[in-house]
């Protein structure tokens, strides 16, 4: 089992910056692929950034070149930086982790104002 919480969301200003964390507790030595999803209202998940266990990264083409997935190993922890926000990245972002089954985190909101 695998335990997955977030913290880091909040309200901030278009063009802005925040970071995410997520800390994995339970069987994390297992874990294959970590990363981030987001949720708007009305509107379905979809994939922010992953990163595996071997570092390869992928992001949601709507985000290249504004957000970093990166991770501390010894924290058992991922980050999203995030950068140059708009007000299209308005969601609550959810912690995702991938061994055998799917693992979510209870989401933290981000709100960019316009």
């Known amino acids: 089992q695998v335990q997955l919480v977030e913290s880091g969301g909040g309200l901030v200003q278009a063009g802005g910056s925040l970071r995410l964390s997520c800390t994995a507790s339970g069987s994390v030595s297992s874990i294959n692929v970590m990363g981030w999803y987001r949720q708007a209202p009305g509107k379905q998940r979809e994939l922010v950034a992953t990163t595996t266990s071997g570092d390869n990264t992928n992001y949601a083409d709507s985000v290249k070149g504004r957000f970093t997935i990166s991770k501390d190993n010894a924290k058992n922890t991922v980050y999203l930086q995030m950068n140059s926000l708009k007000p299209e990245d308005t969601a609550v972002y959810f912690c995702?982790?991938?061994?055998?089954?799917?693992?979510w985190g209870q989401g933290t909101q981000v709100t960019v104002s316009s």
């Open positions: 995702y982790g991938w061994y055998l089954r799917n693992y």
